[in-house]
């Protein structure tokens, strides 16, 4: 009922500390710098003992209806008094059949920290310590609690907001009843020793803002992407009670506290006022709780289930566009196949993670990726190829029997030495024309790691093509010019097709507060540089338009001369007669759309 000393609060939401900042900013892909321990010098790792928490009780009790306890674990270096707004619109919640007790702990993120990243039995030591004691002191003022605290504690809930997900391996997994995550995600970043969201042993929901420009939408979209074949085997209203993903529209990272926006770590201020959003939070929040008390029935959480399926609809719908653009499915239809055999399932459920589910971190050395991100790439590269073909064939000419082949690269080395290539194949209806072009998806970061919070993570596209003169001159037709198609026509194309498929929210978003993407034609760079390594590793670049309203896109390009040679496919001819050019991809501009022109 009290609160132990002073409670650790930022000036601005998560802000972290210098040391915590640049250990976020070294890490790779989920690996952080080992942590020197006690017996080599550094912090000891005993936990202090755990501050008094927060408890307060459900301002209007319901007689008869079932009681349970939520138990919140702020994010980095907030305290307690930073959610004092959720505490309030927790206390005044009436719609769910439920009486709700709360209680916030304090976190001791200084001393967590100083241990290190990769300290992960003593952070649960800390926070298992902190939610055992809230629950004692919330027994001691008088909650029920059904259940045992080293077992099982049937109606005892924990939020997790921002970093404190890196405490859901400990007791809020294995002894809580459920977990709301709050602007955080089970995905491997911050929690990673629990990488699959899909795989939990308790309920667990997933609540974001549209607008968090830390957590960042299109990162809490691939964990729907992850959990969404479970609907399809356990039907829509089960998967809702589980598994349910709320995005509250115009909310931001920081309104799950405080509302002090950071700004520095990406974080887009928002339009509605805090009460608001927390009173959205709590009422959802209310409805989990009311829905997997384990004295709630079908019958007595109706209205509480309706809300969460109607929730995980809306936010599935919205995130949709932007995954089946990754080549990740729709969860939106996997919501609404109602139940399937699982083996109906297997390969949908493959493609949500895949590949992923190993642990390799630097995809970008590393010859696995997902498979729909691949297929997705080829078929970006085999129609780039098509038009470039198009740009430079004699007016007239048929290409329609014209094979394209694609081979996606995730290693640099062997994209460095491919080149693309012509040559006639037989074919048991004949010979054929091939050109076989080459991409290689470049990630400026990759899932699982903290880089996800600032950069987009969907890839952009280097692909190597033929220019079609080079095919004409195979085929010993005249008329062939050194038309090409450039990086600045597929961005264009791509970003409008991104913007037709596009939800109306984020579009209106980008629209009312965000930069617009214009395309400056492609910079021929091939008198500049050395080696072809050189335009590989030549990052796009972005400038403010002139209008104060937009952003211009800028691509490297790489052109070299088309000659009368014998072949294409091998000597000088695998040089000549190419055009390479960088591209955004669909996922990427998508991602533009939903946060990044608004974050920039």
Known sequence: ???????????????????????????????????????EGGPPSSAPPPRPAIIQAQAQQREGAPTALIVLLPGALLGPKDYEALLASIKNQSSAGVNLWAAVTTVDWQHITTLGFDKTEAWLEHSDALVR?????????GFPLAGRPEVRMENVFVALHSL???????????NCAGTVLLGATIDGTTCAAVPDAASLPRSVMHIVGALDGQLRLPRAAWVAAHIAPLAAQVGPRHFAQVRPFAIIPGMNHAQFSNGVVNSARGDVPSNVPL???????????????????????EES?????????????????LLTPFLEAAGRGSPATLLAAGSAEPAAVAEVEARAFGAERLSFFVPNRNSFSHVGELEAAERFARAAQRRMLAAGM????????????????TQMDTFIFSQPTVFQTETPAGKQWVVHAHVFLFWECYQPGNDSMFKPQSPQYVIKMKKGAALALSMGLEGGTGGVVTGAELNEATYQ?????????FKETLHTRGKQLKFNPDRDVSKEIETPVDW??????FEPGDDGQSVLLTCPAVDTPTAPLPAFDRGPGRIAGNHYVKACSPAWMHEWIMIEGVRR
């Open 1 to 39: 009922m009290q609160q132990g000393g002073p409670a650790p609060s930022a000036d601005k939401a998560g802000e972290m500390p210098a040391p915590v900042k640049a250990q976020l900013q070294q890490q790779k892909g989920g690996a952080l710098p080992p942590q020197t321990s006690a017996a």
């Open 497 to 505: 097709e991104a913007l037709a498929a596009a939800p109306q929210l």
């Open 164 to 174: 404190a997900s890196s405490f859901y391996p400990g007791v809020p997994m294995k």
């Open 394 to 409: 004699p007016a007239g000419a048929d290409l329609s029997g014209v094979r394209i082949a694609v081979t996606s690269h």
């Open 133 to 141: 004691a809230a629950v004692a002191e919330a027994v001691e003022a």
């Open 536 to 541: 590989i590793t030549m990052p796009p670049s």
């Open 275 to 297: 009460e608001t959003q927390t009173d959205a939070v709590a009422g959802l929040i209310a409805a989990f709780v009311a829905a997997n008390h384990p004295e709630a029935t």
């Open 301 to 317: 959480a109706r209205h509480e289930l309706d809300q969460l399926l109607q929730a995980t609809t809306a936010s599935f719908d």
